[in-house]
């Protein structure tokens, strides 16, 4: 059973241009979850989706950053004209339907931005 | 809202020592508390958990019992390794461990030979 899968591992885009970031959930797995760690600093939770729907987007930035989760394909988070302050790792994760009684949330190895 | 305050570093120990990492943290209701290991270069892999007070969560030799009193839930191990050099992170799901988790900022551990 393979894990969460992320691509690309590194991406490296100069201010201005689009940073697309995807993500496989486990197999199985209905629920997904964007984090971004910034350097030195703990993870910090973006956005939680299922499929087709935005459940939880209270950590994305109003601007520039969007994510899904389509019905078919992976999960896309999307940052516009990115600045060099959108360097960072990103991390997806995802969990089995929720049942209310300790689901473990798996991450993929990441996504590491660098905008130069 | 639900926080989590983390033991700052780094650490630094030699092989063999044993290993404390505090962690306490604020929330309603009853979270499900989580320890996730980050090696280098590498994502977020868990350690250890436990959904309820008192459970202790344990693997690979690390221990930590939530204490719903002291609202903690410290990581401990007896006898530290070279190959358990990381980062270690505190989190909390305020949902049964289904919703998404409040992370501290990470405590570094170096383990030196």
Redesign the interface.
Known sequence: NAGVM?NPRHLVRRRGQEARLRCSPMKGHS?V?W?RQLPE?????MV?LQKENII?ES?MPKERFSAEFPKEGPSILRIQQVVRGDSAAY?C?S?P??????????????SWLTVV | GNSVT?MEGPVTLSEEAFLTINCTYTATGYP?L?W?VQYPG?????LL?A?KADDKGSNKGFEATYRKETTSFHLEKGSVQVSDSAVY?CAL?D????????????TKLTVNP
């Open positions: 992320q629920h979850y984090y600093e703990g993870l910090k939770f939680y939880d950590g991390f994760a969990s339907n929720p049942s209310g009684s300790g689901n473990t949330i798996y991450f993929g190895e990441g | 983390q499900s989580f996730y590498e994502g977020l892999q868990l958990k959904t992170f799901s949902r049964g461990g289904s919703e998404k988790l409040v992370f501290g900022k990470g």
